[in-house]
Each structure stands twice: as C-alpha cells, then as structure tokens.
C-alpha cells in the first residue's frame, strides 16, 4: 500500500455511523457545517442492525402472541393459530433494511458525505481511513468519536458453539429452541426470556444478579415471569457450559450447592468493550479510562476541545437514548449552541412480559439520598380502561419529596409504560410537584388515569385504589 503526504481537507469529521453518530452528523448539516462521516461497516450501528431493532421485533411478535389470548374475551375464536420463526426473520430483515436506507437518504438530504473504511488517528487533527487497498489520510477541524461498541463473552466462556447464544445470535434463529437457559439480569435478558417464552420455549431463567429497576418493579417482573412458568434461579453463578450435539448441560453455584441443568441452547450476556483500541487515541492526545472508554464533559467534548465523544464509546451509559441525545449536543456545539447533556431524566424502556419503563431515582436511591420520600403507587388492575381491553397486570409508581413535593422517579410496568415515560422525564426536567400531575384532566376512561391516581396516590388520595 502507498501511501502520499497529501491529505483531504475536512471541516468537520464523524467517525462511526450509529445513533450518536448520524445524528450528531446531521445536527452539525442543520447548522451549516460541511460534514463527513466515516463508518466501517453499515449506518445505524449495532442498535439498528444487529441490537435494539432485531430485539424490539422480536418483542412485539411476543406481545401479539400473548395478544392473541384475548380473542375469545372479545368474542372472536380462531381454529388454528401458528406462529413461523422464519416469516418473523423476514420481517426483521425487512424493517432494518428500511431503516437503514431511512439513514442514508437522511444523511444524502443534509449533504453529509459518507466514506467507507476503517478510521485511526494521525495526529490530533488528521486521520487515515482504511478501505481495502486504498488509503486516505483526511485534516479536520472538529471530530466526533462514535464507534460504539463490541459485544465480548464473560471471561470463561469463549468457546463458540450453535447452542450458546448471545445478544446478537439469539435474534438470528432459526428454529425456536425447546429449553432456553437464559443468563443474566440486565434488561436484554428479561426480553429474551419474555419473548422466547411468548414462543413457546420452555425458559428457565439463571439471574445472576438483582434486577436492575425499582424494588417493586422487580418483585411485579417475577411474579409475572413466575404466571408465564418462566423457572426463576437466584444468585446463579455460571460455572460451566458442556455442549452436545443435540443439547447442552450447564453447571450454575447455587448458594453453597452446584445444579447442572440440561437444555437445548444456552444465552449469555456478553460484555460491551468499547471500539477505541483501532483508533489509536494516544497519537491525539485523548485521555481513555483502564476500559477504554473515553471521558467526556457535559459538552461531550474529550480533554482535547475540539475533537467530541458519544455513545457507547464514552463512559456514560450505553442505550441508544443517550447516544442520541449526546450526539445532538455535539452538532449543535460544533454548530455553536450551547447545549450540555445530562443523564438525570434518561429513560430507560424494557419490553418484557410488560413493557416497563423507568426514569429518576429508585425508592432505595432516593432514600440513600437523604430524601424524605412520598410513595404513590396504583395497580392497573383498579383501572376501568385497562379492564376494558384485558391488560390489567402492572403498576405505576412516582416517588415525590415531602417537604417539596418535586417529582424524584416515576416507574412504571404495564401497558402504556413506554408512552407514559415520556411524560414522567418531562416532570423530572422540569421541576414538576405533585399537584402539576393532579391538577390537569385525564381523559376517561383511559389508562392515562392511572398515571393521576398514582399522583394522587402520593398524598393517599387515590379514588380507586382498593388496598393502602
């Protein structure tokens, strides 16, 4: 490969293509700035092609299997009902497609240009970009770091096999496993096992770890999982996977015991390493944590000013929201906002058996806090609506302050949590008391009156709550 001293002039470049990325490349187009993104692989990252799409469609055919149990309430019977792996596939490959050709046209609309190839930095104001035998070196003013992440197996379980699954191989099946060992606690696990057990696999699901939402989130998830016979292991440490041809055996560290349960595949909740070694980061100068990650500030800009960081490749979280919103900032910073992010009121969304969907402080957060605390909490089953369409299972929870009533967290599980959460990180930016959130009309009957008699539940107000 030869390689000249001649190098292409670039006012502002983005390296990496996903959520933190393209958006950050636009946002900058939006504010006249000439803009080039680089990615290596295909725009929309792991979340688009191989990560939170592939997942979400996997959870909404789970929520319409268990939607189709309805009918007969509604009077309408069906004298066969399948469901085909394959065709849900076709699907997937179908929205993802979509998607991507969506990014594309978007980043051609704004005139962001699109280099293919592999970056690493020169020098603290160039980089070379890799594509097969060609080699370019570009000069820029500012850049953005968005390469994400790579998923890596837990240390000790490397080994590569069909039966061992992962988050991105478990959404490319094929063939719907018989007996799924689901590991891990985080919100990925909890859709696997959900969906897969919507299917008709037989889960049993090895927790590794508490769940990661508010206490009385959690306890309504297990007793969900458990109605769903969705087996539930506790402090499950994975100690050994042995696979075979037509199964697999996995030994977990029970307490002070070993069980060695035999199943047909095995899911494990790889790792996140984030995709900086490539880029070379010590020829610019930018400071990286013993992980890889990279420090930002609240501009998202690195310890070198002009040159920012988003995502999963930063320090701060890993779900698209905050990618998104981060790479925002750093356009409109390029662009010559002001902006600043901050991770307060970041939603996060799971899409288990119910949707769940959660922003702010926990009970226990708040109460580690200082915080003297309101609790106001209402079952959807003493919701007229969700009578009405047979979605009675969830709760709503919003923790307020008592001396001030300001919102701290609200948590919800049910149908509509997701829409709902919306409103709740709407609260929490702006500063709202209990009384914003009792005072306005709620449409009847609907589930949005759930969300006001939680409020109203705050103070022990709640007309329709049975039980204290």
Same mark, same amino acid.
């Given at each position: ?5 001649f ?15 393209y ?21 929309g ?13 996997f ?30 596939q ?7 497609n ?15 240009e ?13 980089v ?23 998923y ?9 096999h ?49 769940? $990661?939402?508010?206490? @009385?989130?959690?306890? /309504?998830?297990?007793? %969900?999982?458990?109605?769903?016979? *969705?087996? +539930?292991?506790?402090d ?6 042995s ?30 390493v984030?995709?900086?070694k ?26 070198q ?16 929201v905050?990618a ?9 910073r390029?662009?010559?906002?002001k902006s ?14 119910? $949707?769940i969907?959660? @922003?702010?402080?926990? /009970?226990?957060?708040? %109460?580690?806090?200082?915080?003297? *605390?309101? +609790? ?8 007229g ?16 302050e008592?001396e ?15 829409a ?19 005072y ?14 939680a ?14």
């Amino acid at each position: 490969m030869v390689v000249g001293d001649f190098a292409h002039e670039k006012e502002v470049l983005i390296i990496g293509g996903g959520p933190g990325g393209y958006h950050a490349a636009i946002r900058a187009a939006q504010l006249g700035k000439e803009v080039t993104l680089v990615e290596k692989q295909a725009l929309g990252g792991i979340c688009l092609n191989n990560g939170c799409i592939s997942s979400k469609v996997f959870a909404e055919a789970a929520k319409r299997m268990r939607d189709a149990h309805d009918f007969p309430s509604f009077g309408m019977t069906f004298e066969s009902f399948t469901f085909d792996i394959n065709e849900l596939q076709k699907h997937k490959a179908t929205v993802i497609n979509s998607l991507t050709k969506g990014v594309q046209a978007l980043l051609k609309k704004h005139n962001v240009e699109v280099i293919q190839g592999t970056a690493t930095f020169l020098s603290d104001n160039q980089v070379g970009v890799e594509n097969g035998d060609s080699f370019e070196k570009y000069e820029f003013e500012q850049a953005v770091i968005a390469t994400g992440s790579s998923y890596v197996r837990p240390k000790g379980f490397t080994l590569t096999h069909e039966r061992i699954l992962d988050p991105t191989s478990i959404y490319e099946q094929t063939e719907c496993p018989d007996h799924l060992i689901v590991c891990g606690s985080d919100y990925q696990a909890i859709e696997v096992a959900s969906s897969f057990s919507a299917f008709g696999t037989k889960i049993t699901f090895a927790l590794d770890g508490p769940l $990661p939402y508010d206490e @009385t989130i959690n306890k /309504e998830l297990i007793r %969900l999982f458990k109605k769903s016979k *969705i087996k +539930i292991l506790k402090d499950a440490a994975l100690k050994k996977v042995s696979p075979y041809e037509k199964h697999l055996e996995a030994t977990f560290r029970l307490g002070d015991q070993e069980q060695t349960i035999t199943a047909s595949h095995i899911y494990l909740p790889d790792e996140r390493v984030a995709n900086t070694k490539a880029l070379r980061l010590e020829v610019c100068g930018i400071e990286v944590m013993n992980e890889g990650l990279i420090t930002i500030t609240e501009t998202t800009q690195t310890n070198q000013p002009h040159i920012f960081a988003v995502g999963d490749v930063t320090a701060h979280g890993s779900l698209a929201v905050e990618a998104i919103k981060q790479g925002k900032v750093a356009g409109e910073r390029i662009g010559g906002k002001k902006s600043v992010w901050d991770p307060w009121a970041r939603p996060n969304v799971g899409y288990s058996i119910r $949707p769940i969907a959660t @922003t702010g402080l926990t /009970e226990e957060e708040a %109460l580690n806090e200082g915080y003297d *605390i309101h +609790i106001g909490e209402f079952p959807l089953a003493s919701n007229g609506y969700a009578s009405i369409i047979n979605k009675k299972e969830g709760l709503f929870k919003i923790i307020s302050e008592k001396e001030t009533d300001v919102i701290l967290g609200c948590h919800l599980i049910g149908e509509g949590s997701v829409a709902f959460i919306s409103q709740a990180v709407q609260a929490l930016e702006m500063g709202a008391r209990m009384e914003d959130l009792t005072y306005p009309y709620y449409p009847h009957p609907s589930l949005n009156e759930a969300w006001l008699e939680a409020s109203e539940a705050l103070t022990g107000m709640a007309i329709h709550r049975t039980s204290s």
